[in-house]
């Protein structure tokens, strides 16, 4: 090879070079782009923040935690913190041939072949006849938010007279629904109903934005899963999602995102949703609906009213057992003195109270022949703890035909039993070894409520398409 040819070669070598590095430079700057239009919001129906409490020199807006102070958005902005998997897929998710779209001239439940009434059905095992459709009551004793998962017609449709569109009921009309409120210090600020909302009205879908667990209110993972309280499941399989999906690559996003942990954070951006509060007998449900694609960027919570709410009434939602930490404060288990009495008659199988929370476990057995009912002494109600003396003198139910156990019953309020049995000495002390779990556990609770107060709002996770591969959602609330 002479001298010419080498210089020739060198020079397509370099050029072709050239070529990949400016396609790469291109499909750089093209992510980059679309990454900044993903972290634009759309702006959402502001509902105005008030405060109604008895010191009228706590409704100055100057006196509001700064939780109280967001940006209202409708639309998911994309975050940092998302592993890869999960990035791409809504990126993938965001192009015109993977949205799931219809151009439907009349009602898309009366046209087998719209994409998003096929897709719908996918998604319910091909049940036709319980799609989320407005007007159309909802069975909730089936508990649809767990069991079920749903597709709507969304903004990017041509659709008319469609009724189909749960996402875009929920979007609006805010401020004839609710209004944001705060007449209870304790409680802090909630979410009333501004008229009469029948059951199965679609309220407004839950907002933040989408990021990673160690980027969420700027915590830390391990920080967040404190405050693990709401969990959604779906039986749905990945297989029935992705097979109307014709891009290969983005099917393979996904399935690999579902691994993934997305928070959608409202901390700095979101709505009023944020306010909904606790209650064991909620009027609300989240229901998870796609609308416009099965991406992590289309998933929607959206809050449905459960039973016909009056006027005036808050509404609120059920954060799950684990996040009370046994200080609920909703209308059911507000009054502290009646759970701790209720909760020590109930211990040894006495008779249940509606005062008790009815999602918490609350009992251990029945009580054994011939042991007395226990009495709460006064002392411990000052603190909301009861000592190991205070426990044994009680008399609570112990096994002595078990080996050595140690049985922790539920927290409620700020009370905390703890029942430890040695069968071999059932009326001795107990162990060093026993008693330093115990002083554990108090200490392991006692952190958990001072990161409650500290943390600006509660935690909650939901589940989509979960199987044995999930893409896990967390919902800061």
Known sequence: ??????????????????????????????????????????????????????????????????????????????????????????????????????????????????????????????????????????????????????????????????????????????????????????????????????????????????????????????????????????????????????????????????????????????????????SCQPNLTIVKVCAGGVSPLDLNMVFVANRAINQGEEMTFDYGPHYLMGQCLCEICKNKEDVDMATAENINGGSESENICPNTPNRLGKRPSGVKKPQIPKKSKKNGLMTLEELWDGQLPFSPANTSSILSSPVFTNTLIFVISTPQHPDSGISIIAIGLLNFYILFCTLLRNLSRVLPCPYSRTSLFPDTQSLTYHIIL
């Open 1 to 278: 090879m002479n001298r010419r040819q080498t210089t020739a070669q060198a020079t397509t070598t370099a050029h072709l070079e050239a070529q990949k590095r400016a396609k790469f430079e291109q499909r750089k700057k093209e992510t980059k782009q679309q990454a900044m239009r993903l972290a634009v919001a759309e702006k959402g129906e502001v509902v105005p923040t008030l405060s109604e409490l008895p010191d009228q020199s706590l409704n100055s807006p100057s006196k509001f935690p700064s939780t109280a102070f967001y940006d209202t958005i409708s639309t998911y902005p994309v975050g940092h913190g998302m592993n890869t998997s999960a990035y791409k897929a809504i990126l993938l998710g965001a192009k015109p041939e993977n949205q799931i779209t219809c151009k439907c001239k009349h009602d898309c439940v009366t046209i087998p072949n719209c994409p998003c009434r096929r897709m719908a059905v996918w998604m319910n095992h091909g049940d036709c006849e319980s799609l989320l459709v407005s007007g159309h009551e909802i069975d909730f004793s089936q508990g649809v938010h767990e069991n079920k998962f749903y597709f709507s017609c969304s903004s990017g449709c041509k659709c008319t007279g469609c009724s189909l569109n749960s996402v875009l009921e929920a979007k609006k009309d805010h401020n004839e629904k609710v209004k944001v409120t705060r007449r209870r210090l304790d409680v802090g600020f909630g979410v009333e109903a501004k008229r009469h909302i029948e059951k199965g009205e679609f309220i407004a879908t839950f907002v933040g934005t989408l990021c990673g667990p160690l980027t969420a209110n700027g915590l830390k993972a391990e920080t967040i899963n404190v405050r693990y309280s709401y969990t959604a499941t779906n039986k749905n399989s990945i297989k029935q999602v992705t097979k109307l999906l014709k891009s290969k690559e983005y099917v393979r996003y996904l399935r690999e995102a579902y691994h993934s942990d997305i928070i959608i954070d409202p901390l700095e951006r979101g709505n009023f949703t944020r306010f909904f509060n606790h």
